[in-house]
């Protein structure tokens, strides 16, 4: 079973498009979390959620558009792409957002490229 | 605001060989430490933790040491594999929210 699952794998878009990837994780977890890794492997969080609430907004272009329908999903949803937004996004959660100790499990991420 | 800085890649050793990865952070508090790692094509998954100074974090051979006097975690592992060849990061949990600051990885290539 997969804990932290994220659709699609891989997106490949045109420049002015608007696109969404899905997170779900079924291992209970209170907290959710977005990540951007670059083409150098630089790993930064975007956003989480705990319990559907937004708790962490770093600073992301407004075209950048998370939504947790529910504690097991949250999706992102970005308008008009840009080349700059090719990367690859992870998904992760833990238990809740109330220790620093508690471990994040990621999705196996979405490769977005934008031509 | 608290960083990470680990060092640079890419780390080519022998099977068999003595790997250091060294990570040191700057933070505010007391943060937890985390080395993660990513396979080829893969998510990052945790290779171990410490939440508190002088602890030692373990798992499949690897170490570190959270060292609060040099802000320091370095990772070791006495004889690596080929399969241990990855990208490996350093985090720490910064502020509220379980908010993971992550190193610029390392990336581990391992011959036989």
């Known amino acids: 079973d997969t804990a932290v699952s994220q659709t699609p794998k891989y997106l490949v878009t045109q420049m002015g498009n608007d696109k969404s990837i899905k997170c779900e994780q079924n291992?209970?977890?209170?907290?959710m979390y977005w990540y951007k890794q670059d083409s150098k492997k630089f790993l930064k969080i975007m956003f989480s959620y705990n319990n559907k609430e937004l708790i962490i907004n770093e600073t992301v272009p407004n075209r950048f558009s998370p939504k947790s329908p529910d504690k097991a999903h949250l999706n992102l949803h970005i308008n008009s792409l840009e080349l700059g937004d090719s990367a690859v996004y992870f998904c992760a959660s833990s238990q809740d957002s109330t220790s620093g100790s508690y471990e994040q499990y990621f999705g196996p991420g979405t490769r977005l490229t934008v031509t | 605001g608290d960083s990470v800085t680990q060092m640079e890649g890419p780390v080519t050793l022998s099977e068999e060989a003595f790997l250091t990865i060294n990570c040191t952070y700057t933070a505010t508090g007391y943060p937890s430490l985390f080395w993660y790692v990513q396979y080829p094509g893969e998510g990052l998954q945790l290779l171990l933790k410490a939440t508190k100074a002088d602890d030692k974090g373990s798992n499949k051979g690897f170490e570190a040491t959270y060292r609060k006097e040099t802000t320091s975690f370095h990772l070791e592992k006495g004889s690596v594999q080929v399969s241990d060849s990855a990208v490996y990061f350093c985090a720490l949990s910064s502020g509220g929210y379980n908010k993971l600051i992550f190193g610029a990885g390392t990336r581990l290539a391992v011959h036989p």
């Open positions: 291992l209970g977890h209170d907290t």
